[in-house]
């Protein structure tokens, strides 16, 4: 042993008090700092309760990894915190052990509790006692029991099997002489089996919390007294932080006795030890005392004093030594004696403390567990991954970062210095809160349905662009209504393909719908439009009360709440204005077609808190952050293509998520690929083959890319597909989804981890900064429409089929081919792009992506004019068979899908994308079809040619709308400009 003179910490070993330590922390033994309080400040042991480990575990990240590692076994957390537990037990115990050598085991302990909950236990606490002895496999350990009436002969037959021993929660000095008793009872069996006798054991006696209750029990008693008893009031006050060293020291008293009577002294002969009292509790809980009060005043012969760090460190920096135990003992024994003569009775303290330790202990216990078993989900719902070593650095450093706590705290320089974006990104987090803000409005919402269904209406149609749309699809795609909920059908409608919407409308009763006008700055091109179509629609049909078949969902102030009331909207629901929209799915947008659909959105909104509470902490188990350290990690690292595998009932997902993904990381020309659908047909998983370079199976597959599966339980669609992906070393992640709600919870780690995916790859990702390109092409060409009755690059910007195959040729290992298909929403088209993708995943090696315009404009858009130049987009228009003329509007909607098509391929065109566009004619399927079979070394023969008489119409001829056939709207593009009527009274929208 050292010496160090002039540290107290050392000092008191003179006087026969060893110091340990009463804390333990992984980091603490893994730094070297537990060495150095061996070394600097005089610790020869160490005490651990439930309490410590809670903190320790619970509140730090050292845990993390051995904690994922246990969770991914199996483990539960009962497991886990034992082998926690033990581990660190362990490590402390080899730590300590020259110490138990130097001192021929009398120090260099460490003590590990039973369980909390078997404290009235017997048979269980010499179970667990015997069983955790052998676990650990440490001769310097010491088991924790209780001094509870079951712990007490749990104690002699423990000591007797040769076990070491610390006695915890000892408040009364009858108990602390049933201990020492039970301790020489389990020697003496020893001794009669001829035993040997080298058992340690220590007595751990409370201080300090008996002052905390005695010091309350003295003020209540004052503040009872009369104003006049100043003498009472002066004996009482005189008599606060006097107990718990008196009920010490005649513990002390009781030691002394017992360990000098005949049966010990002949125990002794044989090699027995004394049970040393260790004084626990001797953190100064009252800032009205010394800080080093109960230290000083216990210092003597075989005793031990085991510090929490504060005092411990207090303690060596103006502790005063000296031999005080034996100091003062008839003063402790009048001490005891006027506290119970002022009516405070000791034996009812005693058993008060001890009854609240037990249950402190246990409540730590079970928090505890609580703890571990919160952060072994978070880590089942982390997912499973394997590939993704490279990225794992990108999770070290966002902890380090405490990026999740930031992003909490709503740090808008976690993205940018830039004070015009910070105003931006600050104004956006709202999502962060809407789950809290839209509980309490769940009744309100059912109400609402409730209301509607009141009025007859059987349907509901969401007319909505990019984030006010793609979750009500996902919700209606995926769910049914709850069990003995009638919901509403749900349609939606976010495309201005004049086929889609009246095949849409033809399937309505315009009586028994209502329509969801769904826009978060009110004047969405797009969702004005679909509004005129209908209202005009409905006013016509149902008269007067038209306005109640429309509510809307908007920002406060918008000229969609203006509109709103002023044409008597059935509803107005204000959304929180700091939510973005591709954000919003757990807001209004998202929740009000929920809702009329009869989903329980309390289910869906309890799935999604519990995963932003799993997104909270600075940890790599927090799922967000890790999926967001992966996605951000892995591009940088050149898998940039996010590529998601579904299960089929939960297909409509990867449309939502694609948004949120593209339109968030998708600029300053970088960006993160969402990949939906690119693996998969009609639900099931494809062949795989590259034929450009001659490759098949799980090597046919670019190796820019990250797969994503997220499995719904009871579906193995995928499973062997996957199992492939793994088994080749391909970075892949599985989620698993308990049920369809459990999508709640995925929409909030999706818009956690793609925040956090900004921060790793250094974009804003709550802007859209290229998004408003083609919109203003738009009007500019609608503009040009209306003057000249034709769009000037409607002819320059076609291309025939032969070009096709050299133009995809230009893919390159690291693009991926963007298919933009200006088309109608139906089966067959959605078979035949599927069947096109593959063919071109095929011949090219790259990924494929589908969106359909103009919808993507409104998604995946800003990636492919903002991020990385490496989309190769392909075009698709038609022209439809019957186009749709819009109330109040001098086009059609046939002219303002063309438009939307030309405007984003001449914004694609500005900048430097390689874009071709194929114009299909009025029989699109056909001519799709020979698309296909050109793509797949068929034909070549030109599909791509259209007549002048096929253009579509220039302005509404009413204000109501009607249908126009291609021989109609020729005639119309006819007209001079000169008969132009005036429009703007028609407009119900600006």
């Not at 076990?163 to 000095?173: Q, Y």
């Not at 996605?631 to 940039?640: E, K, P, S, V, W």
């Amino acid at each position: 042993m050292n010496s160090h003179n002039g540290n107290p910490n050392f000092d008191v070993r003179t006087y026969g008090q060893s110091f340990w330590y009463d804390n333990i922390q992984r980091s603490i033994i893994t730094s070297g700092e537990m060495q150095s309080l061996i070394d600097d400040y005089g610790v020869l042991g160490l005490t651990s309760n439930p309490a410590i480990f809670e903190k320790a575990i619970t509140g730090s990240a050292d845990y993390d990894d051995d904690i994922i590692a246990l969770a991914q076994r199996g483990a539960d957390a009962n497991a886990i915190y034992e082998a926690l537990a033990i581990a660190d037990i362990q490590s402390a115990a080899d730590l300590l052990e020259p110490i138990y050598e130097q001192t021929n085991g009398l120090d260099g302990y460490v003590s590990l509790e039973v369980s909390p909950l078997l404290a009235h236990d017997y048979e269980g606490t010499v179970s667990e006692a015997r069983r955790l002895f052998k676990l650990v496999g440490r001769k310097n350990l010491m088991v924790k029991v209780p001094a509870t009436p079951a712990g007490i002969p749990a104690i002699q037959t423990l000591i007797a099997d040769g076990i070491n021993i610390n006695v915890t929660l000892i408040f009364s000095l009858d108990g602390y002489e049933a201990v020492a008793r039970a301790y020489l009872a389990g020697l003496q069996e020893r001794a009669m089996k001829g035993q040997s006798l080298d058992v340690a054991s220590v007595a751990s006696f409370f201080v300090s919390r008996v002052d905390t209750l005695v010091d309350r029990l003295l003020d209540e008693k004052i503040a009872a007294l009369p104003e006049h008893d100043t003498a009472q009031r002066e004996r009482l006050q005189a008599l606060k932080g006097k107990a718990a060293i008196a009920n010490a020291k005649l513990a002390y008293e009781i030691f002394e006795r017992i360990f000098s009577e005949p049966a010990f002294k002949a125990l002794a002969d044989r090699g027995a030890r004394v049970q040393r009292i260790l004084w626990a509790s001797t953190s100064t809980k009252n800032p009205a005392y010394k800080d080093t009060y109960y230290v000083e005043a216990l210092i003597g012969e075989h005793t031990v004093n085991t510090l929490p760090p504060a005092t411990l460190k207090a303690f060596r920096d103006h502790g005063v030594v000296a031999p005080t135990l034996r100091e003062g003992m008839a003063d402790a024994r009048r001490t005891l004696e006027a506290l119970e003569a002022v009516g405070i009775s000791m034996q009812h303290v005693w058993q008060k403390l001890q009854d609240d330790g037990v249950r402190l202990f246990a409540d730590a216990f079970e928090s505890l567990l609580k703890g571990i078993e919160d952060k072994r989900a978070a880590v089942v719902a982390r997912g499973e991954a394997s590939g993704v070593s490279s990225a794992l650095v990108y999770v070290e450093e966002l902890v380090k970062m405490k990026a999740a706590a930031r992003l909490w705290q709503r740090e808008a320089s976690l993205w940018t210095t830039a004070p015009e974006q910070i105003r931006v990104i600050s104004n956006r987090l709202g999502w962060l809160s809407v789950i809290e803000t839209m509980k309490p409005r769940v009744d309100e919402l059912h109400a609402f349905r409730e209301h509607v269904r009141s009025m007859g209406v059987t349907d509901a149609v969401v007319l909505g662009m990019g984030g006010s749309s793609l979750a009500p699809d996902v919700m209606r795609a995926t769910f049914t209504p709850a069990e003995g909920v009638a919901g509403l059908r749900m349609h939606v409608l976010d495309t201005t393909d004049p086929t889609t919407v009246l095949s849409l409308e033809r399937r309505l009763d315009l009586r028994k719908t209502l329509f969801i006008v769904a826009s978060k700055s009110g004047s969405t091109l797009e969702v004005n439009a679909f509004y005129k179509y209908f209202r005009a629609k409905v006013d016509e049909t149902v008269g007067e009360t038209a306005g109640q078949h429309f509510v809307a969902i908007t920002d406060e102030g918008t000229s969609l709440q203006r509109l709103a009331v002023e044409e008597g909207f059935g509803r107005v629901f204000i959304n929180p204005a700091d939510i973005g929209g591709r954000y919003s799915a757990l807001s209004y947008f998202g929740l009000v077609p929920a809702a009329l659909q009869g989903l329980d959105i309390a289910k869906l909104l309890a799935r999604a808190a519990q995963m932003a509470h799993w997104c909270k902490p600075d940890s790599a188990t927090n799922p967000g952050l890790y999926l967001g350290a992966l996605m951000g990690g892995l591009a940088l690292n050149g898998r940039d293509k996010v590529t998601f595998i579904l299960s089929p009932q939960i297909e409509a997902f990867g449309d939502w998520v694609e948004q949120l993904i593209a339109e968030s990381l998708g600029k300053q020309e970088r960006g993160i690929v969402p990949v939906v659908g690119d693996l998969s047909a009609d639900g099931a998983p494809v062949a795989l083959r590259d034929t450009a370079h001659d490759k098949s199976g799980v090597a046919a597959l670019s190796p820019d890319r990250f797969f994503v599966y997220m499995r719904l339980s009871g579906d193995a669609t995928y499973d062997r597909f996957v199992a492939n992906l793994v088994k080749a070393g391909l970075p892949v992640l599985t989620l698993m989804l308990s049920d369809a709600y459990d999508l709640g919870a995925e929409f909030f780690r999706w818009e956690f981890a793609t925040a956090i995916a900004g921060v790793v790859i250094g974009v804003n990702p709550f802007d859209e900064p290229n998004v408003t390109e083609s919109k203003v092409n738009t009007k500019r060409l609608l503009d040009e429409f209306e003057q000249s009755g034709a769009f000037s690059n409607e002819w320059t910007s076609r291309s025939a089929n032969g070009q096709l195959n050299k133009f995809l040729r230009q893919a390159k290992p690291g693009d991926y081919i963007a298919i933009h298909a200006y088309l109608p929403y139906s089966d067959s088209v959605a078979q035949q792009l599927t069947r096109l993708r593959h063919l071109i995943r095929e011949k090219t090696g790259v990924p494929v992506t589908v969106g359909y315009g103009p919808r993507f404009l409104h998604s995946t858009g800003q990636l492919h004019k903002g991020g990385a130049n490496n989309v190769v987009a392909l075009q698709l228009t038609y022209d439809p068979k019957e186009d749709v003329l819009i109330a109040g509007e001098p086009f059609s909607f046939g002219t303002l899908i063309r438009a939307q098509a030309l405007g984003d391929f001449e914004s694609l065109k500005a900048h430097q994308r390689r874009v071709l566009r194929l114009h299909l004619g009025a029989d699109w399927e056909a001519a799709l079809g020979k698309v296909i079979k050109v793509v797949s070394g068929g034909s070549r023969r030109s599909v791509a040619s259209a007549k002048a008489s096929e253009a579509v119409p220039r302005r509404a001829r009413t204000k109501r709308t009607t249908k126009v056939k291609p021989d109609e709207a020729h005639a119309a593009a006819a007209r001079s400009s000169v008969e132009k009527r005036e429009v703007g009274s028609a407009r119900r929208l600006v």
